[in-house]
C-alpha cells in the first residue's frame, strides 16, 4: 500500500499506508453514494404506466 510513495517520490503517513486507506475508502463512500443518489433519482423520476 505504497502507491502515493511510488507516484510522487514522497511519504506523508511514513510509510504506513494510513494515507491511502483514507483515500481508498473515500473513494468507494463517493462510489456508493453516486450509485444511491442515482438510484433514488430514477425511483422518483419515473412515471406511473397506464
Not at 28 to 48: W, Y
Amino acid at each position: 500500500m505504497d502507491w502515493i510513495e511510488r507516484l510522487f517520490g514522497i511519504s506523508p503517513d511514513l510509510g504506513s499506508g494510513s494515507l491511502e486507506v483514507l483515500i481508498a475508502g473515500a473513494v468507494v463512500l463517493v462510489v456508493v453514494g453516486a450509485v444511491a443518489a442515482r438510484r433514488r433519482g430514477t425511483k422518483t423520476e419515473q412515471e406511473p404506466r397506464s
